[in-house]
């Protein structure tokens, strides 16, 4: 997690929501300071930690929480995630951006642990895509982190993935990679999405690091896997469903990237109960961070 980029994120999303100020906190809260419980409404597992703690902080440094839970944590119904105290205008602005945020990452990771128990195999990892909520992207790979999965790359920008449009534009698997290597030299990793044996074995040949299965049924890919050298990672993707992971263990593969764990989860029920307090802000001291 880069915290510097969470602020940052943060900041923009509090300033989308909250504009030029609270109207409603605002006008009713005036020094008064409460006490709040972040609770699990459902089953599942937590993400968002950094996003509880860094967010209220940002927008009064007078808010202090305790946090129950910690990224990876199982959540049962009725849990309290986290205990704040401080402001109360500063709680309740702050309440839906952080209540929709952890919500969704949290919804993530319980997707993500989902996966993992289907598949049931130690041996492959469950990896995610770039299908992610824009401007969300590294908070959703840590999620998927914390439900148990791997992250793949984070963007265009940190490894080469040669897709089928590159191929075709480029002419060849062969060429594609050549061009690719010249430009990104040694420490970049090559990975080629291929779909028939054909492609494979041009692919092996062409150095590829990384070699990708795509649409490819769990015969095809335990096919495929036998013909890949040891030191060439192998990865399958494209079509795989929650209801069809249980096919691919034992495959040998040695990950499954998969868009679902992020485009279409169901964001986990959380709230935030609130209790007011007689205390002005400055009486309230004996809630450690």
Do not use: W
């Amino acid at each position: 997690m880069n915290h510097l980029q969470l602020k940052k994120m943060l900041n923009r999303f509090f300033l989308e929501d909250i504009g030029m100020g609270d109207l409603t906190s605002q006008s009713i809260f005036g020094e008064q300071s409460c006490e709040a419980k972040i609770v699990a409404k459902s089953d599942g597992i937590f993400a968002g930690a950094a996003v509880i703690k860094e967010g209220f902080m940002l927008l009064d440094e007078d808010v202090q929480t305790h946090l129950h839970k910690t990224d990876g944590d199982i959540l049962q119904k009725g849990e309290v995630i986290a205990a704040l105290r401080g402001p109360a205008a500063a709680l309740l602005s702050g309440e839906r951006v952080i209540l929709n945020l952890i919500q969704r990452l949290s919804g993530i990771a319980t997707m993500t642990g989902e996966a993992v128990r289907r598949l049931d195999d130690e041996q492959i990892e469950i990896c995610d895509t770039r299908k992610t909520t824009p401007g969300l992207r590294m908070l959703e790979k840590c999620a998927v982190k914390a439900g148990g999965g791997s992250n793949h790359r984070f963007g265009l920008y940190d490894g080469i993935m040669i897709k089928d449009n590159h191929i075709a534009a480029c002419g060849s698997i062969t060429e594609a990679c050549q061009k690719a290597r010249r430009a990104a030299g040694h420490m970049v990793k090559i990975e080629v999405e291929i779909e028939t044996e054909e492609q494979l074995r041009e692919a092996i040949d062409a150095g590829a690091d990384v070699i990708m299965f795509d649409n490819c049924l769990p015969e095809t890919v335990r096919h495929f896997v036998t013909l890949t050298p040891d030191h060439i990672k192998t990865e399958a993707s494209g079509g795989i469903t929650l209801e069809t992971l249980a096919a691919f263990k034992g495959t040998g593969v040695d990950y499954l990237s998969l868009g679902f764990l992020t485009h279409s989860v169901k964001s986990l029920d959380i709230s935030m109960d609130v209790t007011l307090s007689n205390e002005s802000v400055e009486e309230c001291h004996d809630v450690n961070s």
